[in-house]
């Protein structure tokens, strides 16, 4: 017998630097996180928009020795962790830790520990050195956010990183809510994590000709998804956590419930590395729609991938389209990352995140930087402009869409 | 910088111990040494001081018999 998955625990280190409530708000009024980052300390300066976490202090969050043995993407995780595991009510340390024997993390990153990668290719290209930290395979793992978070919550079923570039954390969260779902789980915990800003990784990046430009004026509004004069995406460091929880078991110990998650469906294009496909697409939401016991005339909202690139918002509106018929040009699609930025490997969770709160808020958060100006090859949705408050939201989608052709898309419902 | 000051400033940078508590009597496991940051220690012995430490070394159960092992080792290696 299936079981019902409730969401009881929402976490992240919000690029604004408050907790879920500010993040939320600030998304409804439009406001953006992204500011200029312009390095002085690299071989050549980097000068792009991007999305950081200022207000993140590892060492006071985590502790010193906690965080001296994590690259910043599991330190970002781990502190994710924390605050959706203290969200959902149980305390940290189990009590009888035979009890968390068969609870299990699966975790999203598409880059795992670049900067210690980073910091290591330095020390023997640069600085001509033989060995390198013991420390370095851990630091750099692409499983040291799941591992940690295991260890600390004492959670000894599956732990598990899923790394599927721009899906990662969608991916993570949907194989979580299938555990928890079955049965095999009581609870999950999920999300994702990524620190892009490494040289390497910032410079392979701007080699694509996908980032959007900016300086210190205009990089708040440098990302435009659907607009017609988008220039690209902009990139972000963060972590996103949720707790997936038995139904039975959150209501039995009187759990807050956020929402219920109800769907999980993925998909590849198999056809191009980069470029998107609507049939690829429609593959994933329809799987999702059907997973879920839903039909479009179910779902109230989107949290779309909308990116900001040339190629990618017409495929995804165009995919929406299809699954949604006539009801599409009456569908909300907000396109989150205009304010957050692309987190890559956390981009499926804070934005799982965003879904989840629009429902439980029954409020949704505008595309920033879209007035009057969609693209008109995005045109044929309902595209939010301006955050819309006090509506009656049952069901909605978030969905991801990753290089390589991997879709993922979420399916979540309002708790009446 | 001789030993005991390299396993005060290393303990204090990574784990946040203070200096009073790294004395020769101390366990390096109740001062918060596993095996990975043992790893670390000697790791920055080595650099600190140039000298090689064999994969077969013994490690050190207390800081007392840290010292004595490295400051033996520096001076095998580099007297």
Same mark, same amino acid.
């Given at each position: ?8 625990? !929402?976490?992240? #280190? ?27 300390? !690299? ?103 799941? *591992? ?21 954390? *969608? ?30 990784? *910032? ?14 004026? $205009? ?9 017609? /004069?988008?220039?690209?995406?902009? !990139?972000?460091?963060? =972590? ?13 110990? =009187? ?10 469906? $993925? ?6 590395? #980069? ?19 839903? $039909? ?39 396109? $989150? ?26 409020? #949704? ?39 390589? =052709?991997? /879709? ?9 | ?79």
């Amino acid at each position: 017998m299936q079981r019902r998955v409730a969401i009881t625990g !929402l976490g992240l #280190v919000s690029p604004f630097g408050g907790d879920l409530a500010d993040f939320f708000s600030r998304l409804m009024a439009g406001e953006s996180a992204i500011r200029h980052l312009l390095t002085d300390d !690299l071989p050549r300066p980097l000068s792009i928009p991007f999305v950081s976490c200022p207000a993140f202090d590892p060492e006071a969050t985590l502790g010193k020795p906690l965080a001296s043995m994590m690259d910043r993407f599991a330190q970002l995780g781990m502190a994710a962790a924390f605050a959706a595991w203290d969200d959902c009510g149980l305390p940290r340390a189990a009590a009888d830790g035979s009890a968390r024997d068969g609870w299990g993390v699966a975790w999203g990153t598409a880059l795992g520990g670049t900067l210690a990668y980073e910091k290591g290719y330095r020390e023997l290209w640069q600085k001509g050195r033989e060995r390198l930290s013991p420390l370095a395979v851990i630091l750099g793992m692409n499983n040291a956010a799941n *591992a940690h978070i295991s260890i600390q919550l004492g959670l000894g079923g599956v732990s598990m990183s899923h790394t599927v570039a721009c899906a990662s954390s *969608a991916i993570a969260i949907g194989e979580a809510f299938r555990r928890v779902r079955s049965g095999e789980a009581t609870i999950m915990v999920t999300g994702g994590s990524d620190v892009p800003q490494a040289y390497g990784v *910032a410079r392979a990046w701007e080699a694509l000709r996908v980032m959007a430009p900016g300086d210190a004026e $205009t990089s708040p509004f440098a990302c435009r998804p659907f607009a017609g /004069n988008r220039r690209g995406l902009v !990139l972000g460091e963060g =972590g996103a956590a949720l707790v997936l929880e038995d139904w039975d078991h959150a209501v039995a110990r =009187g759990a807050r419930i956020h929402g219920e998650i109800v769907g999980y469906g $993925t998909s590849c294009d198999h056809t191009h590395l #980069v470029r998107p496909e609507a049939a690829g697409q429609i593959r994933a939401l329809n799987a999702t729609l059907a997973d879920a016991g839903l $039909t479009a005339d179910d779902i109230d909202h989107i949290n779309a991938h909308g990116t900001a690139t040339a190629e990618g918002d017409p495929v995804e509106v165009a995919a929406l389209k299809a699954v949604f018929g006539k009801r599409a040009a009456h569908l909300p699609v907000s396109a $989150t990352k205009s304010m957050h930025g692309h987190l890559l490997g956390a981009a499926g969770a804070i934005e799982a995140i965003a879904t989840v709160l629009a429902l439980r808020e029954q409020a #949704v958060p505008p595309t920033a930087n879209l007035g009057g100006q969609v693209d008109p090859a995005c045109l044929g949705v309902d595209h939010v402009i301006e955050g819309r408050h006090k509506l009656s939201l049952r069901a909605a989608l978030s969905n991801s869409f990753a290089f390589g =052709g991997s /879709n993922a898309v979420l399916a979540f419902r309002a708790v009446s | 910088m001789d030993s005991i000051t390299l396993i005060r400033d290393f303990l204090k940078d990574r784990l946040g111990v203070e200096a009073e508590k790294i004395v020769p009597e101390a366990a390096l496991a109740d001062l918060g040494v596993d095996s990975l940051m043992m790893l670390e220690l000697m790791f920055e012995f080595e650099d600190h001081f140039g000298i090689k430490l064999s994969p077969d070394l013994k490690p050190p159960q207390t800081v007392g018999e840290m010292t004595a092992q490295m400051d033996q080792l520096v001076s095998q290696q580099k007297g």
